[in-house]
């Protein structure tokens, strides 16, 4: 699943390709209706690769929490984020036994389920485990980086 130039935009419904970068912002598609977009600088805007969910443990992913949808559906539909409340929170229990009940409302579990129905119909969701590109040179790059030796400045 790569939702990398997946967007979130304040104010818009549904969610948005990033296209190209301008000097006053940048053009975005639609993915709902494919209309595209101009969005500037001051707008809110959120990637879905940067947005995660509270858990009592720690803080997941929303790619993860999307991909465990996908698995649950065998990358097929969900559950319609008009349902009642309880129905609602009884399913994102089943997709994440540990988010953080005090923290995460019944709006950020409908957000959720509501960007899975847009990226599912888009054949953007996979249950796949993610795959990064170059992974073992960014290994390497890693150790190579653990490996060198600190030096720390020090004031006289």
Do not use: C, H
Request: aromatic share 6%; glycine share 4%.
């Amino acid at each position: 699943m790569n939702v990398e130039k997946i967007l979130a935009i304040a104010g818009k419904p549904g969610l948005f390709e990033l296209k190209l970068q301008t000097r006053s912002g940048f053009l975005a598609e639609s993915l709902l209706d494919g209309k595209k977009i101009t969005v500037g600088l001051r707008s809110n805007v959120s990637l879905l690769s940067e947005i995660s969910v509270y858990t009592y443990s720690e803080e997941k992913p929303l790619v993860e929490i999307l991909r465990a949808i996908a698995i649950k559906e065998n990358e097929g539909p969900t559950i319609s984020n008009k349902e009642d409340n309880a129905k609602l929170v009884a399913y994102f229990k089943e997709v994440l036994p540990d988010y953080d009940e005090d923290r995460v409302y019944v709006s950020d579990i409908k957000k959720v389920l509501n960007w899975y129905t847009i990226l599912q119909a888009k054949g953007l969701v996979s249950k796949e485990e993610p795959i990064v590109e170059n992974a073992e040179a960014v290994k390497e790059q890693v150790v190579e980086e653990i490996k060198a030796p600190k030096t720390s400045k020090t004031k006289k």
